[in-house]
């Protein structure tokens, strides 16, 4: 079995509340199956109120010795837990690629993504500095202090199974928060894994404790921390639908919230590009994961000048690439996590031909010895792309470059902003003035200038407009998981005098 544990200890089936592994308290479970094959190869806990509340319960009994504990023997613990997550570099790719599908090569470089935030808030947990403010009349000291926000609850979506997780709970834990997390439905083994690991790094307990559910409990558990004035903040990575939906139920107990939502970027390449570099970040940006990021190009956006000889220097790319099971050497493009992301795909590819778009190279459903499984879709071209196409309205996720050409920088502008979504843009040129201009005019949080890959621990991450709000890693990510309290002395000069 190419994809099987050295140390099998780390695929834990239950879920860890308390510091104990558990069963959901009424003892339903819920299938784990390889995207590959959709052959089912564990079972966890299907939990629900009753679970999520224990959760809770334990989170913030943990809370004020966590929340007292010294900055710097919180950030020891991290660096225990970061220095297990490299030891099980191999072990933590395997399950990620088992569950999500991601080639193995990707599936250990999320690990080191993953351990990399880790690293960073072990480091920023001892410089969660305050202010000393100078005080406008005499009498008084004046000073800020930045406390921990208290119980935060974490929700993550199964494209990046440890860097979703590790992006929220190190920077809480950091912050001197205590964590209570859901891992999506699709890829709850890599959430037990990391948990696995924190417990072995020697985490008190309560302070971490996750939750494992179906899509179909997952709003019981997630309701349940909604409304209990307890928890203090949800940080969450999902789709724009249901961010928006925990923005309206967590008014109740106005939570602080982190919302990192779904994104719509636009690629844009200007004649004045290095095209070889503009094509080899566009494979970058969108092939990774298979299409299924955040961040990945959705809209791409050719100039008229250079549009010809872009695509066929792209498609020469897009059809070498190897489409196969993680497990499989050399596969580029694993299975996507399931049969409605590749009925979603079909349905964009569908769509945008009946509405006049060309396909240059794929377009269709894969099914061959090396895909022998329902889930894969071939790396796909097409041109003749407009705004009217559902691949340009919604995230396809998936591994489909739909190409419009354009004429003037003011045109691509407006279109690049024409979407409620605002969390990644790209766009190719040498012109500096222009680089300068159209940074400024892309209505999003992050810019990739001249670069496909732009996430990093040290770079703030999130979006604007419907993409959401709060940032994750840098220095600013810790403020998220803090609050600012302000402290006023008086100096009773009187009595003094
Ligand atoms: P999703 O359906 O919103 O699910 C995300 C998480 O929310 C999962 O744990 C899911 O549980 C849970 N959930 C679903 N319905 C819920 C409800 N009614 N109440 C409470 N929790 C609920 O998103 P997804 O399809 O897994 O992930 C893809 C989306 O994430 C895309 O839109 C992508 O752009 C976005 N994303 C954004 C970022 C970013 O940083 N901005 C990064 C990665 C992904 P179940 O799995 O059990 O349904």
């Known amino acids: 079995m190419p994809l099987s544990l050295t140390r099998a200890d780390l695929q834990r089936t239950q879920n860890f509340i308390n510091a104990r592994w558990s069963d959901a308290a009424d003892g339903r479970r819920l299938p784990v199956s390889d995207p590959a094959s959709d052959a089912v190869f564990a079972e966890v806990p299907d939990s629900g109120a009753a679970d999520a509340r224990a959760a809770v319960d334990a989170a913030q009994a943990a809370l004020p010795a966590w929340r007292a504990t010294p900055a710097k023997q919180r950030a020891q613990l991290l660096k225990r837990w970061h220095a297990l997550i490299l030891a099980h570099q191999e072990d933590l790719g395997r399950l990620i690629s088992r569950e999500q599908g991601k080639p193995l090569a990707e599936g250990r470089g999320e690990v080191l993504y993953a351990a990399s935030y880790v690293e960073w808030f072990a480091e920023e947990a001892t410089r969660a500095y305050g202010d000393v403010i100078p005080e406008p009349v005499r009498g008084r000291k004046m000073l800020v202090v930045k406390e ?33 997390a859901k891992p999506a439905e699709d890829t709850p083994l890599t959430s037990l894994a990391l948990t696995r690991l924190a417990e072995e790094a020697g985490l008190p307990a309560g302070v971490l404790n996750m939750v494992v559910a179906s899509r179909e409990r997952a709003a019981e558990v997630v309701d349940v921390w909604l409304a209990d004035g307890r928890v203090r903040k949800i940080t969450f990575t999902g789709s724009t639908p249901v961010g928006k939906h925990l923005a309206r139920e967590s008014a109740g107990t106005l939570k602080k919230l982190s919302l990192e939502l779904g994104g719509n970027a636009p690629f844009i390449v200007f004649d004045d590009a290095d ?38 220097k792209l498609a020469l790319r897009v059809a070498a690439l190897v489409v196969g099971p993680a497990s499989a050497p050399g596969s580029q493009i694993g299975p996507m996590i399931n049969g409605r992301a590749v009925d979603k795909i079909e349905r964009h590819v569908a769509d945008a031909v009946s509405r006049g778009a060309s396909i240059v190279v794929g377009g269709r459903r894969l099914r061959s010895d090396s895909c022998d499984g329902p889930n894969y879709y071939a790396p796909t071209v097409l041109t003749g792309a407009d705004a009217s196409m559902a691949c340009s309205l919604e995230e396809t996720f998936g591994p489909v470059v739909p190409i419009t050409r354009f004429d003037s920088e003011a045109e691509v502008i407006a279109a690049a902003n024409d979407t409620p979504f605002g969390l990644a843009a790209y766009f190719y040129s040498r012109d500096i003035a222009r680089v300068w201009r159209v940074s ?58």
């Open 148 to 180: 921990p926000v208290g119980v935060v609850a974490a929700i993550t979506p199964w494209n990046f199974p440890a860097a979703m997780i590790a992006r929220k709970i190190a920077p809480a834990l950091a912050a001197g928060c205590t964590v209570v």
């Open 275 to 312: 095209i070889d570099a503009a094509v080899e970040g566009l494979m970058a940006a969108k092939f990774r994961n298979g299409g299924q990021t955040c961040v990945c190009p959705n809209r791409v956006f050719v100039q008229r000048g250079v549009h010809d000889l872009f695509v066929e």
């Open 440 to 497: 400024d005019a892309l209505e999003t949080g992050i810019v990739g200038i001249n670069e496909g890959a732009l996430a990093a621990e040290a770079a703030p991450f999130g979006g604007i407009k419907e993409s959401g709000y709060g940032r994750e890693g840098s220095r600013y990510g810790l403020d998220d998981y803090m609050q600012t309290k302000y402290l006023c002395q008086g100096l009773n000069l009187g009595a003094a005098a």
